[in-house]
């Protein structure tokens, strides 16, 4: 016995149909969309001597970086107003957290926000690692030739800058490309 629809519901079954292809399409481009959830932009490999920099910490004591010579050193220029900045910060804390006993340090520097919001960005944020202060962002932006933030720079052991970041960072990053400058050999 063949079953025939009335020419009324043909619209019907195309319209349910067509919702069922939109509605699964949707769900596996989420599924995509989510497991590659990686917002980091790709880091630029460039060659350059790491500047002469000399600001303070949070508690005013004045730092260089020629005092980490012989470290992997990743420099991150951020804000507390700045959202890819506060997206990274646990991806750069866990990094540092994990590597910093293979002579590798983070040191955050905060671009322009008063040393109370910073304190309270670091509490908030369990930030362990090196924060210094530029108030008015002209060190850091003349030092390292950057406007942008959140920006990041890796310096070698020997104090070349190796990789460059403008954008947020992730851990995924982070392991596939700074991993291979704390292991390898001076």
């Known amino acids: 016995m063949t079953t025939v629809l009335p020419r009324k519901m ?10 069922i292809l939109l509605i699964s399409s ?3 481009i989420w599924q995509d969309v989510s497991a ?12 350059y001597s790491a500047p002469e920099l000399t ?3 949070t508690q005013g004591i004045s730092h ?16 507390t107003w700045c959202e890819p900045c506060k997206r990274e910060m646990p991806a750069l804390q ?20 008063a040393k109370p919001d910073v304190l309270e960005f670091v509490r908030e944020y369990r ?13 850091t932006e003349q030092a390292f030739k950057t406007l942008g933030l959140p920006s990041s720079f890796v310096i070698d052991r020997g ?17 596939q490309h700074v991993i291979p400058l704390i292991t390898e050999q001076p």
């Open 94 to 113: 866990s990094f540092y957290n994990r590597h910093r006993d293979q002579g590798f340090v983070v040191i955050g520097i905060n671009d322009g926000d």
């Open 55 to 57: 600001l303070t910490d």
């Open 127 to 139: 930030l362990t690692f090196p924060v210094w202060l530029d108030p008015t962002y002209i060190a």
């Open 10 to 19: 043909f619209p019907l079954l195309l319209l349910g149909l067509g919702g």
């Open 26 to 28: 949707a769900y596996f």
């Open 64 to 79: 260089s970086l020629v005092e980490y010579r012989g470290q992997v050193v990743l420099i991150n220029l951020w804000a």
């Open 159 to 175: 104090g070349t800058i190796r990789l460059q970041w403008v954008g947020g960072i992730s851990r995924t990053m982070l392991d």
């Open 36 to 47: 590659r959830s990686d917002f980091s932009t790709v880091p630029a490999t460039v060659s």
